[in-house]
């Protein structure tokens, strides 16, 4: 049998790998290895590892590695942990391949041990581009570890060839998450209420909004005009999911629980959706907001618009879905107001149709994992 071991830090990376990992877990050919870490195990992000237990999936290993700090101190000091943990999971584990999705610090720590361990790295959604978070360096910094490459766009595989990765090794799959536009059954919006506690109603948004790293754009006050913007719209509730633990990200969690709890009939306040809720949300929603990759790359595909805000994203194939705003109340309410009164249903998602987990396990299956990598000059 092939081990395949398979990473995970956070409960959106999670969601977007969900059925590659059942389409490994049910191939006779192959071993799921299941390295879970970072916001899985935080009890202040939700403790998500148990949604993965709870989807029938047994974890390898757990690597503690995320500390309770809102710096970029506090983020390198997570890496290192993370680094020294994965290390030994791996040294136990013994995988012919690991995979690793996107561009999260913790994936950084996670590639770094798995390279120096000669563990072959099978990176999802290399080549793209977003300026405004050091999530930029570090996607392009994986890439450079990993030997096998799936992309979400043609453009996104030219870019990894540019990078200096062998053609033969980099596959356009599309993106691996809107797999659950085929395979997924997603709640009525009765049902999701129902799972939300929360007398649920059309019309409303759903917001995720994340601290932006590496632009000169504050988190905080940035999250307030968002909130002040969305008070403009009364007639419509809100659900708000918290950010990831990337640093000045915990800012925003007083300020979401606090705009819930004084709106209680109006506005909802998770750490946590899950994937089914999640893209059922999308699904119902009037307008997705905030400044979540998702917001970009899945969204388009249930024809609802999204308001990007800021320069995280900036750099990203969009759809013509995504309207993009600057981070202040007026342009974000511009948009708002924009986003509910487009017809959306002629979009098409450039990220593809919701194909990838087959083909990307067909090359896990299939490729000589033992060849030596070289560089390849364009």
């Excluded at 012919?96 to 999705?101: G, N, R, T």
């Excluded at 356009?172 to 709640?187: I, Q, W």
């Excluded at 306040?269 to 059922?280: D, F, H, N, V």
């Amino acid at each position: 049998m092939r081990k395949i071991a398979v990473f995970t830090g956070t409960r959106a990376e999670y969601g977007l790998l969900y059925w590659l990992l059942k389409d490994i877990q049910i191939n006779p050919s192959l071993e799921l290895q299941l390295l879970v870490s970072a916001m899985h195990l935080s009890p202040e992000f939700g403790m998500t590892y148990q949604q993965i237990e709870a989807d029938g999936f047994v974890i390898t290993e757990k690597v503690e590695m995320l500390l309770s700090s809102n710096t970029g101190v506090g983020t390198a000091k997570s890496i290192g942990l993370g680094v020294i943990g994965f290390a030994d999971a791996l040294e136990r584990m013994q995988p012919d391949v690991l995979v690793v999705l996107g561009d999260r610090f913790e994936a950084l720590a996670v590639a770094q041990a798995a390279m120096v361990l000669r563990i072959p790295i099978a990176h999802i959604h290399g080549g793209e581009i977003t300026e405004g978070a050091y999530d930029d360096a570090i996607r392009h910094c994986i890439t450079k570890l990993s030997f096998l490459h799936f992309t979400s766009a043609e453009a996104h595989r030219s870019r990894v060839i540019q990078l200096g990765e062998s053609p033969a090794r980099v596959f356009n799959v599309g993106a691996v998450g809107l797999d659950h536009l085929k395979r997924s059954e997603l709640m009525s919006i009765e049902e999701l209420g129902e799972s939300l506690n929360f007398r649920l109603k059309q019309p409303y948004f759903l917001v995720t909004y994340h601290s932006v790293t590496l632009a000169s754009e504050r988190t905080k006050e940035t999250f307030l005009s968002l909130l002040d913007a969305i008070d403009e719209f009364p007639d419509f509730q809100v659900i708000l999911t918290y950010p990831n633990a990337d640093d000045g990200g915990r800012e925003i969690i007083p300020l979401l629980e606090g705009y819930a709890s004084n709106q209680p009939s109006r506005a909802l306040a998770i750490p946590s959706l899950g994937q089914l809720r999640y893209l059922s949300a999308v699904k119902h929603s009037v307008a997705v907001i905030g400044n979540s990759s998702s917001g970009i790359i899945e969204v388009p595909s249930f024809k609802v618009p999204t308001v990007n805000i800021g320069e995280r994203q900036l750099g990203r194939l969009a759809a013509e879905s995504v309207i993009s705003c600057a981070p202040n109340t007026d342009s974000i309410s511009r948009a708002i107001s924009e986003a509910i009164k487009g017809d959306y249903g002629h979009v098409v998602n450039p990220y593809g149709k919701g194909q990838a987990s087959k083909a990307i396990l067909d090359i896990l299956i299939s490729t000589d994992l033992s060849s030596m990598k070289r560089f390849y000059d364009i």
